[in-house]
């Protein structure tokens, strides 16, 4: 059974250059939550998607966004990017209404802006 | 607003020796989530143990427990038996519900190395 996967694993763009990171969550789940942690830090949360739907956000701006396939996968888009993008990008995905959920992380895309 | 403070940058451990992680939360919120992540050099956030805000009980998964205090605002992280495979980044983390970890909140982690 493949847990969450993530592509591609590492990553080199330039400033102002766009940027699609990919995810597949796990077998069975459907909700699919991304998250930026930076170097030294502790993962922030950016967005989650829903049913295709973004349905929390966290404080990031207008340029990073996402989208949810019908097969539950989801893209995540940075436009513009800033120096202070480069980060390790976490995708994790859930089942929605199972309780507690214990999110199933991929092993992430080292994004480096130079 | 929510927020995670884990105080130690680096720990150290000897091998079979317990090691306990801090953790204190700041949440206005009657009902939330405490999480223990492990994430090891691969980046992948690896799950291990959950406590609800109501739960009376303190959680463990096998060699590991979290150390409720509700009045202090703290859930420490306590590993029994330290092994080699152990040393990793912890990340103590909350959601603001406890029946969903869909927006967890994150502190800065604490790197553990665990000494032969």
């Known amino acids: 059974d493949a847990g969450v996967t993530q592509s591609p694993t590492h990553l080199i763009k330039t400033r102002g250059q766009q940027v699609t990171l990919r995810c597949s969550p796990k077998s069975g789940h459907d909700t699919v939550s991304w998250y930026q942690q930076a170097l030294g830090q502790g993962p922030q949360f950016i967005f989650q998607y829903y049913e295709e739907e973004e349905r929390q956000r966290g404080n990031f701006p207008d340029r990073f966004s996402g989208h949810q396939f019908p097969n539950y996968s989801s893209e995540l888009n940075v436009n513009a990017l800033l120096l202070g993008d480069s980060a390790l990008y976490l995708c994790a995905s859930s089942l929605m209404g199972q309780g507690i959920e214990k999110l199933f992380f991929g092993s992430g895309t080292q994004l480096s802006v130079l | 607003a929510q927020k995670i403070t884990q105080t130690q940058p680096g720990m150290f451990v000897q091998e079979k020796e317990a090691v306990t992680l801090d953790c204190t939360y700041d949440t206005s919120d009657q009902s939330y989530g405490l999480f223990w992540y492990k994430q090891p050099s691969s980046g992948e956030m690896i799950f291990l143990i959950y406590?609800?805000?109501?739960?009376?009980q303190n959680a463990t998964e096998g060699r590991y427990s979290l150390n409720f205090q509700k009045a202090r605002k703290s859930a420490n992280l306590v590993i029994s038996a330290s092994q080699l495979g152990d040393s990793a980044m912890y990340f103590c983390a909350m959601s603001p519900r406890t029946d969903s970890s869909y927006k967890l909140i994150f502190g800065s982690g604490t790197r553990l190395l665990v000494r032969p």
């Open positions: 406590q609800g805000s109501y739960d009376e």
